[in-house]
């Protein structure tokens, strides 16, 4: 079984999988050694450790050699956040899409804001398009990607998270995602409708206020992502054994 048709699987089983997102290879192993089933970037994780902010300013090129060399030290599938696909037009996605494949990913997210000062929300009839149009690639070149689809009514805050989400969802499974990812969603209710709204598998991301993983089992989630926050709370051990490595003259914090 190839890792696109494990990862693809993995989506299908009756208990949601958690993927360990990682930041290098160092940690990407670790995360398969602790036996978890998948692993892949977050943006935000990635960009941060290589000295740049999350958004699309991390340079492709960066992006490309760091993901080559994280999947080649797995041995479990590894997707990758493209975050609005580091272009604006389909064919610059899907250029993108087949570099990545080569690169050895199982999977990437692709999301429907595009990055810039304020991050805003393409029209659904526009992207609806983009992802017509990858998925007609990816089908045609027999590039085997697991498409996961990302929209972000909750993550920007919105109002009517809910009815934009429900109405985009829809369209994004018409036109060729295999997957549906909405970061930010934390009401258990809200939940259930997403996943009561469309076939494909839902993915949900750590945030305070998400519910158990027993809760979202029965709630019908296949995925759950870390997003940035393991990431974060690593980094945040760093800067207390830094200061107390500081403070008390000696290296007994890390001994």
């Not at 060399?69 to 996605?93: C, H, N, Q």
């Not at 992207?127 to 909750?154: C, H, M, P, Q, W």
């Not at 809200?190 to 996943?195: A, C, G």
Request: net charge negative.
């Amino acid at each position: 079984m190839t890792n696109f048709e494990t990862f693809s699987q993995l989506h299908r089983q009756a208990d949601p999988f958690l993927l360990a997102n990682a930041w290098d290879a160092h940690s990407a192993v670790l995360f398969e050694a602790s036996g978890y089933k998948a692993t892949g970037t977050s943006s935000q994780a990635l960009a941060t450790a290589l000295g740049y902010t999350d958004g699309e300013q991390l340079p492709f090129s960066l992006l490309l050699q760091s993901v080559k060399k994280m999947a080649a030290s797995v041995g479990i599938p590894f997707t990758t956040d493209l975050e609005g696909g580091y272009s604006r037009s389909i064919e610059g996605i899907t250029e993108n899409i087949s570099k990545l494949y080569d690169a050895g990913v199982a999977g990437i997210n692709l999301e429907d804001t595009v990055p810039g000062i304020a991050r805003s929300l393409q029209p659904a009839d526009v992207f609806e398009k983009i992802i017509a149009g990858v998925a007609n690639y990816t089908s045609r070149n027999n590039v085997k990607i697991f498409l996961n689809i990302r929209t972000d009514a909750f993550l920007l805050g919105m109002p009517n998270a809910v009815t934009e989400t429900l109405e985009r969802i829809k369209r994004y499974e018409l036109a060729g995602a295999d997957g549906i990812f909405t970061p930010c969603i934390t009401l258990s209710n809200d939940i259930k409708q997403v996943v009561q709204e469309t076939r494909l598998p839902v993915n949900v991301m750590c945030m305070p206020g998400l519910p158990g993983f027993d809760e979202l089992q029965a709630l019908g989630v296949k995925r759950i992502s870390m997003g940035p926050f393991f990431f974060n709370k690593v980094y945040e051990n760093i800067r207390t054994l830094s200061d107390a490595i500081a403070g008390k003259k000696d290296f007994s914090a890390i001994l």
